[in-house]
């Protein structure tokens, strides 16, 4: 059978709908409201290229405090497939980025949550998320970012087969530039570490056939 | 935020349509089918002790499904058909790629196995696939496997001599007509490279426990439908297969409630490569023991 053919479409809604960029690292100004656009995903085989899965997103947030932020997200890619799939956080800045190398430190707690349209299936994941930030230019906003990520899979698995995986890890490296108005981000991911990606006829493109890395990019803009 | 409300409105009600059960079949079309003389790649082709004699081969076209859902599909008989009625045959159903030219050496394995044309075998495309009307669709697999057993019940085949034989997405329709019989009941289901179930494969892939309704509205579940087939059961499943992981089959085996299953992990075996690592005589041994109820 030929390997290369379209059921990775298939699934590779499946797959980028658990590989979000990360929604956001630095809280917003208090009473700020940010939107966003956000597209990518894992690298995958496709037609003998490499490519990140063209998934896409919008994001809201909003400055509650000074050093807490409310966000959200909705995804468009899995809503033009007939699932609802979006996600609601916040995140708190535990310390500010100090003179010199000292990084910020903010922790996000959200949750994914989908339903489809048909069979009304529902499901809920929560998203812990721990960043450390550095803005790096004196009289500039910038900053770079690394994250860990963590993902939680209580749910049974089909046929009632229990979970024994509980736990996704991923962990990125991006960078924003940031102005009055937007912030424009680009981040690189390993999604998974440690977990398979063989056996499928999705290719990713992992380590040791093992996670698989991802690319993601942002737009916000600033209100 | 009021036109973002609405685009998040639009995007959710409007752009539900799509689905992506079509996903799951990579059929190729063709204008005129070649067999033998069919020269695209392929993962074997065999040689000339292999060979059928061409008045033993009939390209053959059936209607298939019912009035609102007709096609004309093309099948393929491997064998002597005032025979049908007296020989033992084996129902192929090929995978989610290519046509009947791509499965033509592999039906002519079949053809040899237990000896040159031991048994008659019968293989399709399914609907959207080779010459076949129409588009490829769950409920088209069945039809179309079923509208093979009428033309071989009008050819007198019964029962107990019809064993179906499923590689790849060819297990839906097999362990769909073995477990829920429609026109003939196959006696015996061989299963090579299977796949559990759409949810499964999902799962499998994404890792995390979606539901496959999230993707999809296909209701191919074959380690479910498994547990009601009585018949005798073999399943092959190569250790190396990266497209359908050995995982999937050890499922559907697991599942298997009757009394007599024959199983074989090939080692080192890929999703295509299970005859060709196994070894073509033993393969062959294998398949015609099976039938013969040797093993």
Redesign the interface.
Known sequence: ???C???????Y???L??CNSTRIVKPLAKKQ?A?GLDFGGPIMDFAGAKIPVPFSS?S?GYGIDSNLTFFGG?N?T???????QWDLGILGEVIRPQKGYIPGLSIGASTQM?V????A?F?M?PVLDVNLYWNYLPKHEHYFYVNWGS?F?F?????GIG?T?LY?PSFSLGHTFENKKMRYTIEGKYI?PG?EN?????KFNGIAGQGSWGVYLSVVRKF | MKNIGFLLLFLTITLTGCRLDNFLFNPATVTEYKFDAFEEEQRFVLDSSYAISESLIDLMTLESGPEDDRETIYAAYIGDQSRISQDTIILYCHGNAGHLDYYWERAKLLANAGGKNRFGVFFMDYRGYGKSTGKATEAGLYYDVDACMKWLKAQGLTDDRLVIYGFSLGGAPSTELTANPRTLTPSKLILEAPFASFEFMAQDIAKIAFAGSFYGNLEIDNSVEIQKVQQPFMWMHGTADDFVGIHHGELIQQNYQGTHKVIRRVQGGEHSTVPIVMGFDIYMKLVADFITGEI
């Open positions: 059978m030929k390997q053919i379209p059921l990775l479409l298939m699934l809604l499946v797959v709908s658990a409201v939107v919008i809201v909705v468009i899995s809503a033009i497939f007939g699932t609802v989908m489809d349209v048909f069979e299936n499901r994941y993902w899979d749910w049974d698995r089909t046929q979970n995986k996704y998974t977990i063989g056996g499928t006829p999705v």
